[in-house]
């Protein structure tokens, strides 16, 4: 596929099991239908109500930094029609996919049915405070850019658990993807590559989260 070959193997991105589930997963099945003839361009789209998909590139790199396991759960943050769950269910345990708006949880729990994913679930809860019922998690996603990071999501990582996603220090600043890791009580940070991922409503704030 020549998304996989031009946005993905040429971003740094050598996680194997990673790019073969890249190769599979059909990328148009969670676009509007006026959006399937672009939907492997290499940027985010949004597929209405102010949800994304991530671009290709920003996904694969947040996905290969967070190390997923085998044996992970994994908390998948305004996931929208489901393309993010979907891709981290073919590399964990299980993945809760959590959205806001019952029409892309609707559809996104569709789109599990369609290609059979019975490792994932999708459900509507408010997106800063995520779902606590299956906390802790290994891994938690947030697909969209972010001013601010709850200290309730912080709080639903495992030990030695990873949250990635795109932080704006500044409104109109440039983007970053960033790893956050919780060893025991302390969370530390690292910058991991520039990134232009739109921001999500959610999590726009003048005050961002300081350790």
């Given at each position: 596929?020549?998304?996989?070959?031009?946005?993905?193997?040429?971003?740094?991105?050598?996680?194997?099991?990673?790019?073969?589930?890249?190769?599979?997963?059909?990328r148009e099945l969670f676009v509007p239908k006026a959006m399937k003839e672009i939907a492997y361009?290499?940027?985010?789209?949004?597929?209405?109500d102010g949800r994304y998909i991530l671009e290709p590139m920003v996904l694969a790199r947040l996905l290969q930094a967070a190390l997923p396991k085998s044996n992970d759960v994994v908390l998948d943050i305004a996931c929208g029609t489901g393309y993010s769950t979907v891709i981290i269910s073919q590399l964990v345990s299980f993945v809760i996919g959590v959205d806001d708006m019952q029409g892309m949880v609707d559809a996104g729990n569709f789109n599990l049915?369609?290609?059979?994913i019975d490792n994932a679930l999708i459900i509507n809860?408010?997106?800063?405070?995520?779902?606590?019922?299956?906390?802790?998690?290994?891994i938690i996603i947030i697909d969209g850019g972010v001013e601010t990071i709850s200290q309730s999501l912080l709080?639903?990582?495992?030990?030695?658990?990873?949250?990635v996603t795109v932080e704006y220090?500044?409104?109109?600043?440039?983007?970053?993807?960033?790893?956050?890791?919780?060893?025991?009580s302390h969370i530390g940070r690292?910058?991991?590559?520039n990134a232009n991922t739109p921001l999500l409503s959610n999590f726009r704030t003048k005050t961002r989260f300081v350790f």
């Open positions: 596929m020549n998304m996989v070959k031009s946005q993905i193997l040429a971003n740094k991105v050598t996680n194997q099991d990673l790019i073969n589930v890249f190769h599979t997963i059909p361009v290499d940027k985010a789209l949004e597929i209405g049915q369609t290609l059979n809860v408010p997106l800063t405070l995520g779902c606590a019922k299956q906390a802790p998690y290994d709080d639903k990582l495992s030990d030695k658990g990873r949250l220090d500044l409104p109109n600043g440039p983007g970053i993807a960033v790893l956050y890791e919780k060893v025991k690292r910058v991991l590559f």
